[in-house]
Protein backbone atom coordinates (compact mmCIF):
# COMPACT_ATOMS: atom_id res chain seq x y z
CA UNK A 1 0.00 0.00 0.00
CA UNK A 2 0.90 3.51 -0.80
CA UNK A 3 -0.40 7.23 0.54
CA UNK A 4 0.33 10.02 -1.60
CA UNK A 5 -0.06 13.71 -0.80
CA UNK A 6 0.85 16.17 -3.13
CA UNK A 7 1.72 19.77 -2.22
CA UNK A 8 2.93 23.02 -3.95
CA UNK A 9 -0.01 24.05 -5.87
CA UNK A 10 -0.94 27.80 -6.16
CA UNK A 11 -1.63 30.55 -8.48
CA UNK A 12 1.35 32.04 -10.76
CA UNK A 13 1.39 34.14 -13.43
CA UNK A 14 2.19 32.96 -17.01
CA UNK A 15 5.99 32.50 -17.45
CA UNK A 16 6.77 31.66 -13.76
CA UNK A 17 7.59 28.35 -12.17
CA UNK A 18 6.05 26.38 -9.62
CA UNK A 19 7.44 22.59 -7.87
CA UNK A 20 4.83 20.17 -6.78
CA UNK A 21 5.61 17.41 -4.46
CA UNK A 22 4.46 14.41 -4.03
CA UNK A 23 5.44 12.56 -0.47
CA UNK A 24 4.58 9.05 -0.18
CA UNK A 25 4.16 6.34 2.69
CA UNK A 26 4.30 2.53 2.17
CA UNK A 27 7.26 0.11 1.56
CA UNK A 28 7.33 0.43 -2.11
CA UNK A 29 7.67 3.93 -3.01
CA UNK A 30 10.99 2.82 -3.84
CA UNK A 31 10.29 0.41 -6.20
CA UNK A 32 7.56 2.03 -8.11
CA UNK A 33 7.66 3.56 -10.94
CA UNK A 34 6.06 7.26 -10.39
CA UNK A 35 3.79 9.36 -12.63
CA UNK A 36 2.56 12.96 -12.78
CA UNK A 37 -1.42 13.17 -14.42
CA UNK A 38 -3.02 16.26 -14.88
CA UNK A 39 -7.05 16.90 -15.05
CA UNK A 40 -8.51 20.56 -16.11
CA UNK A 41 -12.37 21.01 -15.61
CA UNK A 42 -14.40 19.41 -18.18
CA UNK A 43 -11.26 17.92 -19.59
CA UNK A 44 -10.11 14.00 -19.26
CA UNK A 45 -7.00 13.35 -16.89
CA UNK A 46 -4.11 13.43 -18.88
CA UNK A 47 -0.65 12.03 -18.50
CA UNK A 48 2.47 14.80 -17.87
CA UNK A 49 5.59 13.03 -16.92
CA UNK A 50 6.68 9.86 -15.31
CA UNK A 51 9.74 8.41 -14.03
CA UNK A 52 10.86 4.63 -13.05
CA UNK A 53 11.70 3.20 -9.95
CA UNK A 54 15.30 4.08 -10.14
CA UNK A 55 14.92 7.42 -11.43
CA UNK A 56 16.84 6.26 -14.06
CA UNK A 57 14.06 6.94 -16.67
CA UNK A 58 11.71 9.35 -17.77
CA UNK A 59 8.82 9.89 -19.88
CA UNK A 60 7.18 13.50 -20.79
CA UNK A 61 3.80 14.36 -22.50
CA UNK A 62 4.78 16.61 -25.59
CA UNK A 63 2.95 19.30 -24.35
CA UNK A 64 5.66 19.96 -21.11
CA UNK A 65 8.20 18.47 -22.88
CA UNK A 66 11.53 21.36 -22.44
CA UNK A 67 9.50 22.70 -19.69
CA UNK A 68 8.59 20.26 -16.55
CA UNK A 69 10.96 18.30 -15.38
CA UNK A 70 10.61 14.97 -12.78
CA UNK A 71 12.64 13.63 -10.27
CA UNK A 72 12.55 11.66 -7.21
CA UNK A 73 14.48 11.10 -4.04
CA UNK A 74 13.73 7.74 -2.59
CA UNK A 75 15.31 8.41 0.92
CA UNK A 76 12.58 11.29 1.39
CA UNK A 77 9.99 9.02 -0.06
CA UNK A 78 9.37 11.78 -2.64
CA UNK A 79 8.51 12.50 -6.07
CA UNK A 80 9.10 16.42 -7.85
CA UNK A 81 7.86 18.03 -10.65
CA UNK A 82 9.41 21.44 -11.41
CA UNK A 83 7.46 23.42 -13.64
CA UNK A 84 8.86 26.34 -15.65
CA UNK A 85 7.67 28.77 -18.93
CA UNK A 86 4.26 27.91 -17.10
CA UNK A 87 1.18 28.96 -19.77
CA UNK A 88 -2.66 29.56 -18.85
CA UNK A 89 -3.29 25.94 -20.33
CA UNK A 90 -1.36 24.44 -17.87
CA UNK A 91 -4.10 24.97 -15.03
CA UNK A 92 -5.40 21.79 -13.84
CA UNK A 93 -5.46 19.95 -10.63
CA UNK A 94 -2.43 17.73 -10.36
CA UNK A 95 -2.08 14.09 -9.39
CA UNK A 96 0.98 12.07 -8.03
CA UNK A 97 0.31 8.19 -9.33
CA UNK A 98 2.35 4.90 -8.54
CA UNK A 99 2.65 2.24 -10.42
CA UNK A 100 3.50 -1.04 -8.35
CA UNK A 101 4.86 -3.26 -11.14
CA UNK A 102 8.76 -1.97 -11.71
CA UNK A 103 9.44 -4.31 -14.45
CA UNK A 104 7.41 -2.76 -17.31
CA UNK A 105 8.19 0.43 -19.32
CA UNK A 106 6.83 3.71 -18.17
CA UNK A 107 3.19 4.15 -18.81
CA UNK A 108 0.68 6.83 -20.10
CA UNK A 109 -2.36 5.92 -18.96
CA UNK A 110 -4.14 6.50 -15.60
CA UNK A 111 -5.62 2.68 -15.09
CA UNK A 112 -1.69 1.73 -15.43
CA UNK A 113 -1.47 3.12 -11.98
CA UNK A 114 -2.22 1.87 -8.83
CA UNK A 115 -2.28 4.31 -5.99
CA UNK A 116 -3.06 8.23 -6.32
CA UNK A 117 -3.20 11.52 -4.28
CA UNK A 118 -6.28 13.98 -3.57
CA UNK A 119 -4.58 16.24 -6.28
CA UNK A 120 -2.99 19.98 -5.75
CA UNK A 121 -4.39 22.98 -7.82
CA UNK A 122 -2.46 24.82 -10.21
CA UNK A 123 -4.00 27.79 -11.77
CA UNK A 124 -1.67 30.04 -14.10
CA UNK A 125 -3.02 33.51 -14.80
CA UNK A 126 -2.46 35.25 -18.12
Known amino acids: QVQLVESGGGLVQAGGSLRLSCAAS????????MGWFRQAPGKEREFVAA????????YYADSVKGRFTISRDNAKNTVYLQMNSLKPEDTAVYYC???????????????????WGQGTQVTVSS
Open 97 to 115: AADRDRFVRLSYRPGDYDY
Open 51 to 58: ISWTGGNT
Open 26 to 33: GRTFSTSH
